[in-house]
T-cell receptor, first 116, second 110 residues
Framework: DTGVSQDPRHKITKRGQNVTFRCDPISEHNRLYWYRQTLGQGPEFLTYFQNEAQLEKSRLLSDRFSAERPKGSFSTLEIQRTEQGDSAMYLC??????????????FGDGTRLSIL | QKEVEQNSGPLSVPEGAIASLNCTYSDRGSQSFFWYRQYSGKSPELIMSIYSNGDKEDGRFTAQLNKASQYVSLLIRDSQPSDSATYLCAVRGFGNKLVFGAGTILRVKS
């Protein structure tokens, strides 16, 4: 069990560019979550996958954001036409679906995005 | 009203003392409750989960849940300087997303 892995750890880009982040969940976990965290705040939910199906999306996830989880393994989060307000830590978490409600989510180290 | 509320702190306690962290939530249908510790610049690390009313102990940590009062707390006994971090309360209702509070900063002074 190597934990949740995220890549890259840091991303600096100019406003208007597209960025893509990758998340590899814990191998036996079929649920995968994306959160966003800004300074002084707790993580905010963005979206959630059960295997390859995207089951829930937050209103925070504008049409510039898209997430995929092909084959129910790793996931990617893409932000198109980045804006200053997109600067944040993007966190990925995973959990199993055993015992419906009680499985905790384990977080990766995050990708810190800075928009110049 | 925020869905999950925490006192932002900082909460300062001397080394060896008990640190008490509190959290209230607004959704009465919430089913699962978690405490995460987050060091500066790092990701949240799960330290406790609690699902039913009462106390749950794990080492120096005790989580307390009172669903009638919509209140969750975390006690840290024998606080150490290494416990200095932000403690995030997270709540899960129906569905799978976690709703987090803004966190309480804990400072343990040696």
């Amino acid at each position: 069990d190597t934990g949740v892995s995220q890549d890259p750890r840091h991303k600096i880009t100019k406003r208007g560019q597209n960025v893509t982040f990758r998340c590899d969940p814990i191998s036996e976990h079929n649920r995968l979550y994306w959160y966003r965290q800004t300074l002084g705040q707790g993580p905010e939910f963005l979206t959630y996958f059960q295997n390859e199906a995207q089951l829930e999306k937050s209103r925070l996830l504008s049409d510039r954001f898209s997430a995929e989880r092909p084959k129910g393994s790793f996931s990617t989060l893409e932000i198109q036409r980045t804006e200053q307000g997109d600067s944040a830590m993007y966190l990925c978490a995973s959990s199993s679906d055993f015992s419906y409600s009680n499985q905790p989510q384990h977080f990766g180290d995050g990708t810190r995005l800075s928009i110049l | 009203q925020k869905e999950v509320e925490q006192n932002s702190g900082p909460l300062s306690v001397p080394e060896g003392a008990i640190a008490s962290l509190n959290c209230t939530y607004s959704d009465r249908g919430s089913q699962s409750f978690f405490w995460y510790r987050q060091y500066s610049g790092k990701s949240p690390e799960l330290i406790m989960s609690i699902y039913s009313n009462g106390d749950k102990e794990d080492g120096r940590f005790t989580a307390q849940l009172n669903k009638a009062s919509q209140y969750v707390s975390l006690l840290i006994r024998d606080s150490q300087p290494s416990d200095s971090a932000t403690y995030l309360c997270a709540v899960r209702g129906f569905g799978n997303k976690l709703v987090f509070g803004a966190g309480t900063i804990l400072r343990v002074k040696s």
